[in-house]
């Protein structure tokens, strides 16, 4: 099954600056680590926060580009794989879903 991987990337607005780059480090090997735990399940997943890397060789922001780039992963995939651990996590990717305009039913995939 074809999964995209819903999980914070950045902080929420509450972290101090100088620790947002250890959050969202943190939060890209979470992800990482969903994404490995799905495939020894036999899926294919997507892991968003993979463009992270991609996102550090570039020399200006692109973060509507990203966006555009979520949103068409999810219409692809059958599934999403939301990865909460806090309010703040909740907060961040509720933020997501509106911004891409996204609905689990709307696209027919399965919400995990």
């Not at 899926?43 to 463009?51: F, R």
């Not at 933020?95 to 995990?112: E, P, Q």
């Amino acid at each position: 099954m074809k999964i995209y991987v819903a999980s914070p990337y950045q902080a929420c607005k509450h972290i101090t600056p100088h620790n947002i780059p250890n959050v969202v480090a943190s939060n890209v090997r979470r992800a990482i680590r969903v994404g490995i735990d799905l495939i020894v399940y036999g899926h294919n997943p997507y892991i968003p926060h993979l463009n992270h890397y991609l996102q550090l060789e570039m020399d200006e922001d692109m973060e509507e580009y990203w966006y555009k780039v979520d949103a068409e992963w999810l219409r692809c995939c059958e599934a999403i794989f939301v990865v909460t651990i806090n309010r703040c996590d909740r907060e961040v990717l509720s933020d997501m879903m509106v911004r891409h305009r996204v609905c689990a039913g709307r696209l027919g995939n399965t919400l995990f």
